[in-house]
């Protein structure tokens, strides 16, 4: 079963604006990751926080975990048309017997030029 | 730097025929996975392999069979290809060594499989 739900389920932004995207889950987890996806590719990963994590930044990305409330969040700062893309959450559950993934359905980022 | 290798690209098949999907990677990693990815849904793990030798079912296992041939080369078959197997595969791996799951995984591009 699905354990992250991203939202919105698509997201369409000016060049320049900042993008935000959320990300829920249901069980105790060991990480929460975000993946890029362009059309037609594999999935590329972005930024993986820890549990004991609360945020953490990679370039124009910035990451919030929230265990509490079992929530993140992914910013995009200044977005450019090449932030075209769909962007997964992914968590490693805490106890979980498969060594995998569990991945949402994923936002459709489309930033317009 | 080729990374997560996946081979064919395509490929049709009729109802009932099988094939193998093949996946190599050469960044030394221990574990490799398999997923499948439907319209508007995320990826759902098929099977894993958390080391040479060793595999184990994911969430949805039925109608797939895997092989761990060597450490670089984790292989998916299809032994009666069913229309509910259409689907995007990808092959990932993922460095656990002393056995972090605190490491990303590293993505293929992908096996479109449409079966008539």
């Known amino acids: 079963s699905q354990q992250g739900e991203e939202d919105p389920q698509a997201l369409s932004i000016q060049e320049g604006e900042n993008a935000t995207m959320n990300c829920s889950y249901k069980?105790?987890?060991?990480?929460l990751q975000w993946y890029r996806q362009n059309s037609g590719r594999g999935l590329v990963h972005l930024i993986l926080?820890?549990?004991n994590e609360r945020e953490k930044h990679s370039g124009r990305l910035r990451v919030t975990l929230d265990t509490s409330k079992k929530s993140s969040s992914l910013l995009i700062t200044a977005s450019r048309a090449a932030d075209t893309a769909s962007y997964f959450c992914a968590t490693d559950e805490w106890g979980g017997g498969a060594d995998g993934l569990t991945f949402g359905k994923g936002t459709h980022l489309i930033i317009q030029p | 730097n080729a990374g997560v290798t996946q081979t064919p690209k395509f490929q049709v098949l009729k109802t009932g025929q099988s094939m193998t999907l093949q996946c190599a990677q050469d960044m030394n990693h221990n574990s490799m996975y398999w997923y499948r990815q439907d319209p508007g849904m995320g990826l759902r793990l098929i099977y894993y392999s958390a080391s040479e030798g060793t595999t184990d079912k994911g969430e949805v296992p039925n109608g797939y069979n895997v092989s761990r041939l060597n450490k670089r080369e984790f292989s998916l078959r299809l032994e009666s290809a069913a229309p509910s197997q259409t689907s995007v595969y990808f092959c990932?791996?993922?460095?656990?060594?002393?056995?972090?799951?605190?490491?990303?995984?590293?993505f293929g591009d992908g096996t479109r499989l449409s079966i008539l």
């Open positions: 069980t105790s987890i060991n990480n």
């Open positions: 926080i820890r549990s």
């Open positions: 990932a791996s993922s460095d656990s060594r002393g056995g972090s799951r605190n490491q990303p995984q590293h």
